[in-house]
């Protein structure tokens, strides 16, 4: 067992664990952000993907102790409240997600594409889908919301209040 001090969606968390326990478990397990979803546990369909220190991560992959120190944001962190946040705002206007199983783990890597790059182009932003899967979609409707949530963005930053992190 060893304790772990991280910071997560913005709040100072310390925690337990054994060396074994995966970040997606200690999201959900030990903190309650279910938000986060597990599915293959192989790091290959991107549905656990969370924010650490601003890159994508599989969080079924990356083990808690890891996370040391790091600054971790999970799918809890894009709403304020009820409210939805800029990126879920625009992919339920392209209704991008049927099931939406998926949906946490697209919204985190749009959001870590739109920290780093807030106008990506087309190819740019399949190529970082590339590693998101979906059973329910052909894509189209995700790389819609994703194109809707880039003309936001482009038109918050165009505003006199300026652009704020999506």
């Known amino acids: 067992m060893r304790e772990i001090t991280l910071r997560v969606n913005g709040r100072d968390e310390r925690a337990v664990v054994e060396g074994r326990t995966t970040l997606a478990g200690l999201l959900r397990d030990n903190l309650g ?17 969370v924010a650490v220190d601003g890159q994508p991560v599989r969080s079924c992959l990356m083990l808690a102790i890891q996370a040391e120190g790091a600054t971790v944001e999970t799918v809890e962190s894009l709403s304020d409240g009820d409210d939805l946040g800029l990126i879920q705002q625009a992919m339920r ?12 783990g697209f919204l985190m890597t749009v959001r870590c594409l739109l920290a780093d790059n807030p106008s990506p182009t087309m190819a740019q932003i399949k190529q970082e889908l590339s590693g998101n899967l979906c059973r329910c979609t ?6 819609d919301g994703v194109a809707e949530a880039v003309d936001k963005l482009a038109k918050l930053a165009s505003s006199p209040e300026g652009a704020t992190d999506a």
């Open 33 to 49: 952000l279910t938000g986060t979803h597990l599915a293959c546990e192989h790091g290959v369909c991107g549905a656990c993907t």
């Open 93 to 104: 206007e392209r209704h991008a997600f049927q099931c939406a199983f998926c949906a946490p």
């Open 138 to 143: 052909g894509y189209a409707s995700i790389l």
